[in-house]
Structure formats: structure tokens, C-alpha cells
């Protein structure tokens, strides 16, 4: 019987990136499924699966826009030849049959980054010839008659489409990333001492963690502030050209010694379990796998209401929630998280609100998701 051919459509694959690992977790529990896999990307950076045909596609490119513009076209020309059977875009491409809304809604995002600009770099941003490209190659997509099915991370993102491009509800498709929580689980004492003890992070001292690449969205500037007036540790794991920016305000708010920098990181279970707590004030995010990486750690999660994440979180009992921008709530939240060792009701409860988020339901999702496409 010949195999149904399912195209999932990214253009650069980072093996650190959100939207690539639930690629990666979607492939391998697909893999066994009556499926024949392919990627299509500019670029391949993950470990060759056996079971999975890569298609490099990488045109030429002279800007961003013309990155942009000169992928989709030579993507949608290669699937069209190849006559995929599902065609799955992590990237706005009008004409795929689904796509899935990985990064949330273009122009919700520079609504949230005007916030931190000066009014008139705010007014630009809307007029800028490639945030102007992506709004528009959004909308086409969605205005595609080729579209089937949107997957979204987050209700968040459900609610912001149908604002936004009228899309009919019964298209979209709530599908939470999933977490194994077998591999992320929280540190004994003694592991989590060996653990500090190697970052050189005093034993007795509550340390929040931030993981995620992209500072300004991610909201490090609002983390750091947080943790200033307070005694707190915060570990940063990820990467950003402007880090020494971020160095620097750590010392300008006088707590540079606190605010402890470690690049980016293949590995990140070790950081999350050398902390008591995750602080990810984003600006604007859909649904950061990090929250769920940090829960199914035992951590206690503080983060903005425009991060999808939010759904998870229980103010008070698993984490908190306030503006990605309000200061002293972010201050007053990293307070109430304490060691770990000494009360861990909230990181108890942060674990055991995902503990159905597992591989094997995303994979069931996708599947009954595929099987009515198909039929």
C-alpha cells in the first residue's frame, strides 16, 4: 500500500529552536506511523533521522524580504512538483494545506515591541518594508483557499487569528507542545548542590532561571529589573548579540554579580535544575517549550499574560502571571518563590499540571488532525 507523504516546511532548522523540537518530537512519534516523512529547509542543522527525506532548498538571497520571498516561492514550486499529500508550513507560505502558527500573529508582536520603543522608532516599525512583507504573506495564507487546518500553541493564538483574519473557528486547531517529563525531572539536594557547585552559585541562594534566545522578546531587560531590588540569583541561558547590553544594565541596576550569563546551551536541564523558579516576563510569545521544560522540573513558572504559557499557570498555586512590563509585580513574584528544598507546594503542583502534556498525545493529535485531511 503506498504511504501517505507528509511535507513539514521550515526554513532554517536550529536544533535549540521551539518550533524545531516540536518538529523533531512530531517526526519521530509520526515515525512509526503509515507516513513517508520530508523536510523541506534552507538549511539542516539536526541530526540526520534515517526514516526522513530532507530537501535543502536555498535559494539565493539578497535581504530579508528577498530571504523570505525567494523561500516561499522555491518551497511552494518544490512541493507542488512533489505532489506531497499534507503539506505542514512552519512558515507563513500561502498554499500549504496546514500551517502551523508557531510564532503567534505577526502584528500582535510589534504591537507588544512598540511598547518598549521610543513613539517615533514605534511608528516606524509598522512602516518597515519587511515587517510589512511578513503581515502581508500572513494574510495571504490565511485568504488561501489551499488552507485546510491552522495549528496553534496556545488559546491565545486561536483568539488573535480569528481577530485578526475572520478564519472560522472549526479550522483552528489547539495543539499544546508536549514535554517528557521521564527526561526532565526535578534535582535530589545533592544533585542540585553538585549543580551550583559547578556554576559557582551559593548553596542557600533562591535563583530564578531565564532560558531563551532573542532577549528583547523574550523580556530579559523586565527579568533583570525584577531581580535588582531583591536578593535573588537569576542564571541566563541563551544567546543575543546585544548580550553585553544586558551585562551592563545588570550593573547599572546594581546587581551584576547575581545575573550570571551562560550563553547558549545544547544541554538546559542542569540550569533548570540548579533553580527554584523560571522568570520569563515575554513580551510576546505563543507557547515557549522552556515553561514546560521548567514545570515538569518542579519549578514554579513567573511570566507575562501574552505568553500562551500563561494557560498553564495557576496564579499562585504553579506560578505567576502579571504584564510583561509591570516591574514591581515581577519584583513581588520573584519574592514568593522560595528554595525548593524547603517548600516546594507550587513546584509539586507546576509538575503535575504537565504531566499530560506527553509526546503521545501530540502525536495522537496530529494523527486524528492528518487522517481527516486525508480523508
Known amino acids: 500500500m503506498k504511504k501517505n507523504r507528509l511535507a513539514i516546511v521550515r526554513q532554517k532548522y536550529r536544533p535549540d529552536g521551539g518550533a524545531e523540537r516540536f518538529v523533531s518530537r512530531a517526526l519521530s512519534a509520526l515515525s512509526n506511523q503509515d507516513l513517508e516523512l520530508n523536510v523541506i529547509t534552507r538549511q539542516w542543522q539536526g541530526e540526520k533521522q534515517e526514516d526522513w527525506n530532507i530537501h535543502i532548498c536555498n535559494p539565493r538571497k539578497l535581504g530579508r524580504i528577498s530571504r523570505e520571498r525567494g523561500f516561499a516561492h522555491a518551497a511552494r514550486q518544490l512541493w507542488q512538483t512533489e505532489q506531497f499529500d499534507i503539506v505542514q508550513s512552519h512558515e507563513r507560505i500561502p498554499g500549504c494545506d496546514i500551517y502551523r502558527a508557531g510564532d503567534g500573529v505577526h ?132 544567546q543575543d548579540k546585544a548580550e553585553k547590553q544586558y551585562q551592563a544594565l545588570a550593573q547599572s541596576e546594581g546587581c551584576g554579580d547575581r545575573i550570571r550569563f551562560y550563553g547558549m546551551q545544547k544541554e538546559t536541564l542542569s540550569f533548570y535544575q540548579a533553580a527554584d523558579g523560571l522568570l520569563l516576563p515575554t513580551l510576546y510569545d505563543p507557547f515557549p517549550n522552556v515553561i514546560l521544560e521548567a514545570m515538569a522540573c518542579g519549578l514554579p513558572v513567573i511570566t507575562s499574560n501574552t505568553c500562551g504559557g500563561a494557560e498553564f499557570i495557576e496564579q499562585g498555586i504553579n506560578g505567576f502571571v502579571f504584564d510583561a512590563l509591570d516591574i514591581p509585580h515581577l519584583e513581588e513574584a520573584v519574592m514568593a518563590i522560595s528554595a525548593q528544598d524547603e517548600d516546594n507546594k507550587m513546584g509539586t503542583a507546576a509538575r503535575h499540571k504537565v504531566r499530560d502534556a506527553t509526546p503521545e498525545r501530540l502525536s495522537n493529535q496530529l494523527i486524528t488532525l492528518y487522517q481527516t485531511l486525508l480523508d
Open 107 to 238: 502584528r500582535r508582536w510589534l504591537l507588544q515591541r512598540q511598547r518598549i520603543l521610543p513613539n517615533w522608532r514605534g511608528q516606524l516599525l509598522m512602516l518597515d518594508r519587511y515587517h510589512r512583507y511578513v503581515m502581508s504573506a500572513e494574510k495571504a495564507m490565511y485568504q488561501a483557499p489551499e488552507l485546510k487546518a491552522v495549528i496553534c500553541n496556545a488559546e491565545m493564538v486561536k483568539n488573535e487569528i480569528i481577530e485578526d483574519f475572520a478564519i472560522d473557528a472549526k479550522k483552528i486547531h489547539v495543539i499544546y507542545n508536549s514535554i517528557d517529563s521521564s527526561r526532565f525531572v526535578p534535582a535530589q539536594l545533592v544533585q542540585k548542590l553538585a549543580i551550583r557547585q559547578q556554576l559557582g552559585i551559593p548553596a542557600g541562594a533562591i535563583v530564578l532561571c531565564f532560558v531563551g534566545s532573542g532577549f528583547e522578546r523574550k523580556g530579559l531587560a523586565a527579568a533583570i529589573r525584577a531581580i535588582a531590588g531583591t536578593d535573588r540569583y537569576l542564571l541566563v541561558v541563551g
